[in-house]
């Protein structure tokens, strides 16, 4: 009987970690936390274990340039809604309301904005999802779209292109980025897991680069970079990364997991492409590059005219 009650306990106290929502960050794995730390999220975790998943590191050398990656529309990306950041215990997360959509940029529907999160290091350390030639960025922000005839991210997710997410980087920058205050102003007000905080009204547009900043980006086909890993995601990294200060990277890091400890190091390691492509829209680069020789040539024509 004893070893019965034994064995029950044992099992009770064993079932948390079982469980597929159990999963955790490397930086939240130690000898007294032993969470399904990002190498064990196969298990049970949904599509972790997949051949699509991300994130990835792009190596530049080996995308390849694909024509139909033209320009997006932002429809009403400039719309100011209030909303709520959330501690949601993995990250800070903002719900928006379906009305910003995005189309062009090589997408094969209309996708409807639902929700935004980030990824971050430690103080403003390394802490980009995706990398760029090895390269790890401090923090990246991820705007999750569903096409637009869907209602809810969890029917989008069983179609295998239902999810758009953008992409986007960020780099130091000597001066503070205003239009992030609020956000990371809010930050001081959800440090605990959980808690959540009302925004002054922002908008999406002003997380971002300038449209004109945005028409050279990456695509792919991979999945949720949390369990349950879903592979339905189209992809989208832009080159032109968000400058912030390193005081308002290092106040992610004022966030707590929902044990106490920093809310740090919150990207899940790069994953292997298994043969995917990785596209680039290559509008920028070689558009800044013909610039510059027509620029080049007026100015040279310039030269030659007799005065
Ligand atoms: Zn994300």
Known sequence: MQRLILAALLASLWTPSLQAGDWCYQSQFSCDHQCKAPDQWNQANGDCGGNY??????????????????AFQFHN????FRGTIKNNGHSVQVDV???SIISGGGLTSSYKAVQFHLHWGKDGGPG???TIDGEQYPMELH????????????????DPEGVAVLGFFYQHSNNRNQKYEPIVTALSSIKATNGNSSLPSISLAQLIPPEKNLTSFYRYKGSLTTPKCTESV???LFESPVPLSADQLRAFSQLKFHDGRPMVGTFRPVQPLNGRQVFHSGATRILTSSAILVAAVAAAVGLCQPN
């Open 143 to 158: 705007i999750v779209h569903m096409k637009h005839h869907y209602t809810d991210l969890a029917t989008a997710l069983a």
């Open 77 to 80: 990306y400039q719309q100011l």
């Open 128 to 130: 980009s999802e995706h």
């Open 234 to 236: 189209v992809w989208t």
């Open 53 to 70: 998943q991300s994130p990835i590191n792009i190596v530049t050398k080996k995308t390849v340039k694909d024509e139909r990656l033209t």
């Open 97 to 99: 309301p379906h009305l």
